[in-house]
């Protein structure tokens, strides 16, 4: 039975750090785990300019506990978008990617996009600079069940773009579905997925029988179970085209536990240790560093990290906080619903 494992330092390609004093609570924890990441710009007015880059690129890594840490910062996108300020951005490697929001489809995603054939001369420009596109792959109908946006947009939105742009870089975000898993297993090289550790974890019955869990509530909303093992199998199979994004998105507990509550898990935490777990589980730790450290960075051609970690499993269940806290803030870590055994013992830095 395998005790230790030694694998180069893993990144998380999908996080969000928030505003204000939250900014503090969630860097600090990142940074331990992780070397980069790319940061949402969904903040309360998106991120749209170099000046917001800029000023919250310094407010995070102010907060880094990580000498080697990098948080790779993103443009959102909006029909509106200054496509020569993107470029400047890009070509002082100020912006890393571009998001893609549906309007309405997510937290803070009313100045997303309501007409994506507004976008394409910015996707277009991308194109040629070779700028990543991340992809919240849902459609925001009314008249589209919530369970079938993801495919939807696929079918409608995403063909399309892809049409056009052939050799856009697209990374479909935080995919739920067997049908996302087909699709990206399909496409060309440069399109690929990340997937997060609760959908890896859940599904749409863990959230709702018997009592609602409001705790489990994100978008995109858990699916079947028949999804969820497709999303294992995606990811623990060696398959390049998937790697890990935790979509760490904390909201205030009041705000979850509401008459009307925000979508959004928060798992940095624990995130590599119940991803190893997971692995473990599925009897496939081989392939745990592809997923965690080696896949990342082929898509966004980058160099894998130099350090490396070393796992160990603990004869007992590890034990985490329940809460991470400040004077305004009271968040939920999430917990899965199975022991976790994996623990980061040190870091080797060459
Ligand atoms: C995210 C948030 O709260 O910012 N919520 C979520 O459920 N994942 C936004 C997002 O990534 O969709
Ligand atoms: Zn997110």
Redesign the pocket.
Known sequence: MTMMLEIVKPDDW?V?FREGKLIKLLVRETSKLYNRTIV?P?LSTPITSITQIKKYKKEILNHSLNKKFEPLMTFYLTESLDVDELIKASKNNLVFAVKL?PSG?????AKGVKNFKNIYPILKKMSEENIPLLV?GEVNDKKIDIFDRERIFIENILFSIIKEFPDLKITL??ITTKFAVDFVERSKSNIKASITPHHLILNRTDMLEHKIKPHY????ILKKEDDRKALVEAATCGSQNFFLGT?S?P?NIDDKESECG????FNTINSIQMITQIFDNENKLDNLENFLSKNGPIHYSLPENKEKIILNKSPRPLKFKNYLENDDHKIRIFSPPFPIYWDIKSEIIP
Not at 105 to 109: E, G, I, K, R, V
Not at 262 to 265: M, P
């Open positions: 999908h969000h949402m969904n929001y489809a997510t937290t803070n995603s919240h975000e935080h509530y994100c978008l995109p979509d998105a909201h925000c979508a959004g898990i």
